[in-house]
């Protein structure tokens, strides 16, 4: 089996999304909404269902649970861009209720993604076929065992060849004084920090994002880039010092799940083919703009 260039580890679960409310209801009270989808999901989930959307090849390497669940999710990914890790667990479940505008919250079941080991994950991680191969870690931070093997995991994917890049997503536990520290670490460690604003805010401990952003790249090394996906913002990323960003076209948002993952879907992949770094940022946004405003979800024009 061939190699592919763009490798995807990290959350796969199942996403059932529902919406539109308007403000939270009240405990004990029934509300119908106008819409819900099951879907395959997760930060690595989409990522990887962003790039079979654009038809770019890739590996994902994530694990699934023993059940039914398990296996109608797996069902959704091309089975050849695919490595699958079966845990002695059911599998995981996030509901996500979308409010008006588009923003969501995400109410989650532990599942597989608690019992997921990272030495299933080193067992499987090939050698990068090329110079220009990268590897996404997402989702970390619903998972236990990666949470503490994350560091191990980037040195072993820079030992193998592979550019790296992260998005661990938000601590269940909020921006703790130990989440900061093993997130520090992570982004001394990765090529690519892929974060959003409120990442930003949260690590740079400042709610200013331009003074969290700038207090954040301080504390990364010569060629490390910050990535900073600003919804309809667009994106921006900084690299020694110096800046690009990318702005976002104007679109009816029906949702933003996964808004985040497809960037990271097409940013990568337009560095692997060469893009430069603006160029990159602007496929990022084109293809998540594209997909927020999409129902059933398109990738491409």
């Known amino acids: 089996m061939s190699v592919s260039p763009l490798l995807i580890l990290g ?34 989930g989409n990522t990887a269902l962003a790039l079979s959307g654009m038809g770019i090849a890739h590996r994902l390497l994530a694990s699934v649970g023993n059940d039914a669940m398990g296996s109608w999710l ?37 599942g597989h993604l608690h019992h997921a ?15 220009s191969s990268f590897a996404c870690i997402s989702g970390g931070f619903l998972m236990p065992s990666l949470i503490e093997g994350t560091s191990e995991l980037l040195r072993l994917l820079k030992q193998r060849g592979w550019q790296t890049a992260i998005d661990p997503g938000w601590p269940p536990e909020g921006w703790t004084e130990a989440n900061k520290k093993r997130s520090l670490e992570w982004l001394s460690l990765t090529d690519y920090a892929l974060l959003n604003a409120e990442e930003v805010k949260g690590l740079g401990e400042n709610e200013n994002l331009d003074t969290a952003a700038v207090t954040l790249s301080g504390r990364l090394g010569a060629g490390q880039t910050l990535v900073i996906k600003n919804g309809p913002e667009g994106a921006t990323a900084i690299r020694d ?8 076209p104007p679109v009816t948002v029906i949702d933003t799940v996964g808004a985040g993952d497809t960037f990271n879907a097409a940013f990568l992949a337009g560095l692997s083919l060469g893009d430069s770094l603006q160029g990159a940022l602007e496929r990022g946004v084109r293809a998540a703009s594209l997909a927020i405003s999409t129902f059933p979800r398109r990738y491409t024009a």
């Open 74 to 110: 797996a069902g959704y990914f091309d089975e050849a861009c695919s490595t699958w890790v079966i845990d002695d667990s059911d599998t995981t479940i996030s509901v996500g209720i979308v409010h008006k505008g588009g923003d969501r919250v995400f109410f989650t079941a532990p």
């Open 241 to 248: 010092g110096k800046s690009v960003s990318a702005k976002a």
């Open 11 to 44: 959350n796969v679960n199942v996403d059932l999304v529902m919406g539109e409310v308007d403000g939270w209801p009240a405990i004990g009270t029934e509300v119908v909404v106008p819409r819900s989808e099951m879907r395959p999901g997760g930060s690595a």
């Open 117 to 131: 080991r990272l030495e299933d994950l080193l067992a499987h991680i090939p050698a990068a076929p090329t110079a």
